[in-house]
């Protein structure tokens, strides 16, 4: 019985210029370029033990036995690449509040490529892990890299692949996420990019346009822009929901209190209040701001939510590797 | 001293495929046809009376002494077809529930239209009459007409008018407008549509796909086809709420009761029973079915909705001229 294990932290991201569609459903490759912050408050930890004695992989989340399927197809590249066919258990902890509904695949695959690249005895460069990340999920590409991040679409598994922009962002940003539904979406992700992708006639202007704010977005953090930054972040994201108001038939992961929340923003910047909100395939609103506004923002917030549905978060590391179980 | 005088009454309609943009701001034609069903609930009655001892033209809504700027300028139209210089004295009451967010502007420009026209001593044909109460407002251009009909974009002042597709609605249809906000709203819808075709990429994308639409839905008509009426509308209007989101700067007519009130819609669909909604520029929320179903769906939307805030209207006729003060 031979044993090779390793263990990696990885860190949520929110995008702030938005994947939405996929040109390649096996290899994830995205219709286009997107941004993202990793947020150090949400991360996931993963132990992967390859055991020539087991028969079969074995998956653990939060100490709870799942289904493997997708963790094996997982498993199947890194077994691939380091030419041997042993077997793994995965065993994961998210540390995200409790199914908060923030997107934890992010960081799930992220630090499943690490830890399963090393116990394979792979050494792969951080570009390399991008692409491995990516295999997992669309969002994990981005959340090899701690801070800014970019997601470069590519054309082939080769070259779609995320950069960093600003791994240690030395400017006062952070974002407030408000939790409004913990429950499973009825649309996932990927069904919902697949049907904006086949049916709604604003899809070629919504690449077109978001490569134009990608451009945009980084300037922006390279000249510390907040306001800017802010503006196009949230405009960016409602022309992503806006796509899924435009499909056939139409959907939409917004619930009426992420109405009340993204309301409160924007009284709060009547009242001169820096600060700009997101929202991905889920009701769930965040909002960017600075730092020294943050208690003003979520004083403002728990006029409507309670202290438990507002969580503070701020620029978070890249994946990494780890001493544990 | 010379009288003049006629009295008019329109009623408002509903646009199922919606017109949201125009090409020509100053003769009001749009960037795409429209087709809508007028409805018996709400309705505007208008007086008209050319007075040469008056000194300038006067307004009143509901009683109400108002400004007549809007209506001089409707009037200057009327009269220099009628080579007058009388000024008028103009007397309307909205039969809408007070301020109820329902767009009254289409039945108050028809009734003008019609009742300042014949005043005047113009006996307009109804295609006459359908341009001139367009140059009122883009919508007033329809509730000429009873039942469905469909206003043709056209490219000039003369061939933008609407016709009647189905004035005598001989099947099983209905609306329940659902009351949400009663206040002012904060964006016209002239200040949205500009906004939106000056600054959305997905502009281009909806005029295509609305022209689309808008053959998909007469054929509809035709089949006394509700489900496919339905859908083409509840999808046409989302479209079109999209394309405020996907403004810069983004805008939404939405309130978090809107929400409320379609995902209830949605549910009930799930439940087997055919509605479907639509919202023009304001929270309302207006709810397409069969008589046969409203009992059914009234009782629903009341879990949330007070019995005040639904309104049942039937489909209903053209313009007309009354007897009247």
Not at 125 to 145: K, P
Not at 219 to 244: F, P
Request: glycine share 4%.
């Amino acid at each position: 019985m031979t044993i090779h294990q390793a263990s990696a932290r990885a860190h949520t991201n929110i995008a702030l210029i938005k994947y939405w569609g996929k040109k390649d459903q096996q290899l994830i490759l995205p219709m286009n370029g997107s941004l993202s912050l990793t947020l150090d408050h949400f991360y996931t930890d993963t132990t992967v033990v390859f055991d020539s004695s087991l028969k079969a992989d074995q998956f653990w989340l939060d100490d709870q036995r799942q289904s493997a399927t997708k963790i094996s197809r997982f498993l199947d590249l890194v077994r691939q690449r380091s030419e041997q066919k042993t077997f793994a258990k995965v065993k994961s902890y998210n540390h995200v509040p409790n199914a908060a509904g923030l997107a934890s695949s992010a960081s799930a695959f992220a630090a499943l490529a690490l830890a399963a690249s090393q116990a394979a005895g792979l050494n792969l460069s951080r570009q390399a892990l991008s692409r491995l990340a990516r295999r997992g999920s669309g969002s994990a590409t981005r959340s090899i890299y701690g801070g800014f991040a970019e997601w470069l679409p590519g054309t082939t598994d080769k070259d779609s692949y995320a950069i960093p922009l600003q791994e240690k962002v030395d400017w006062d940003i952070e974002m407030i996420a408000v939790i409004i539904n913990r429950q499973q979406k009825k649309i996932s992700s990927r069904q919902g990019m697949e049907r904006v992708v086949e049916t709604s006639p604003y899809y070629p202007a919504w690449v077109k346009s978001t490569q134009a704010d990608l451009l945009k977005a980084k300037k922006a953090i390279q000249a510390h822009d907040l306001i800017l930054l802010g503006e196009l972040a949230e405009s960016n994201a409602l022309r992503m929901h806006a796509l899924n108001l435009s499909a056939r038939p139409p959907f939409s992961y917004f619930e009426p209190q992420s109405l009340v929340a993204m309301r409160l923003v924007e009284k709060l910047r009547t009242r001169g209040i820096c600060c700009y909100y997101t929202l991905d395939a889920g009701p769930n609103v965040k909002v960017l701001c600075a730092h020294k506004d943050s208690q003003i923002i979520k004083e403002t917030l728990q006029s409507v939510f309670a202290p438990d549905q507002l969580i503070e978060a701020f620029p978070g590391p890249g994946v990494q590797l780890i001493n544990e179980k």
